[in-house]
């Protein structure tokens, strides 16, 4: 039977519920504030202490990963790699076997905000008003640009990631160079 798991709000506890009756299949007591992730028969949670994989079926812990510092964003998977955005790192672990693919630091005063993958790509927003794109094979930062305002969640489509930001715009940017393509006046915080 199809499992989803859900963040209780207020609570410490994820608790997996059957997709067709709604019966309650399994509970782990972990804090999270972020959904989880599933990849293949795994159940990614970024909790308060580390990134877990629980059996998606059962609940049991197949994984922990302790971090130095605590998720800002809700984790993303792609290619395989599931990715964790920290205080002051973004983190790749390979899903298959849940070891490390790569680590770039990031300067906790510009901690990543927003993310999408697209793709072999992760575009990013950081404070300070700068979009960033990172591939997501290698954890290279390939361009970093800057805007103003300050960015919420990144979209990409096609060749364009468009961007909304609190000076009242949206901009356009060209996703291969991050090249300036246009900007919007949204006459309000997009």
């Not at 877990?52 to 922990?64: E, K, V």
């Not at 404070?127 to 990172?134: D, I």
Request: cysteine-free.
């Amino acid at each position: 039977r199809a499992v989803d798991a859900v963040p209780q709000p207020g609570t410490e506890q994820i608790v997996a519920l059957d997709r067709q009756t709604g019966e309650r299949r399994w509970t782990r007591d972990l804090q999270s504030s972020w959904p989880p992730v599933v990849v293949a028969h795994d159940l990614f949670v970024a909790a308060a202490d580390g990134i877990h994989a629980l059996d998606a079926a059962t609940g049991a812990s197949r994984f922990h990963r302790p971090l130095t510092s605590p998720v800002l964003l809700a984790p993303a998977i792609g290619d395989g790699l599931l990715v964790v955005a920290t205080a002051d790192a973004l983190l790749a672990l390979r899903a298959e076997d849940r070891m490390p693919a790569w680590e770039l630091p990031l300067d906790p005063e510009r901690a990543p905000r927003p993310m999408v993958v697209d793709g072999g790509t992760i575009y990013v927003s950081v404070e300070g008003a700068r979009l960033a794109r990172v591939s997501l094979r290698g954890g290279d930062l390939i361009w970093e640009r800057t805007l103003a305002g300050v960015l919420g969640a990144p979209a990409v489509a096609r060749d364009r990631v468009v961007v909304g930001s609190t000076d009242n715009h949206l901009y356009a940017l060209e996703s291969e160079d991050g090249s300036f393509e246009w900007r919007y006046p949204a006459g309000n915080d997009v």
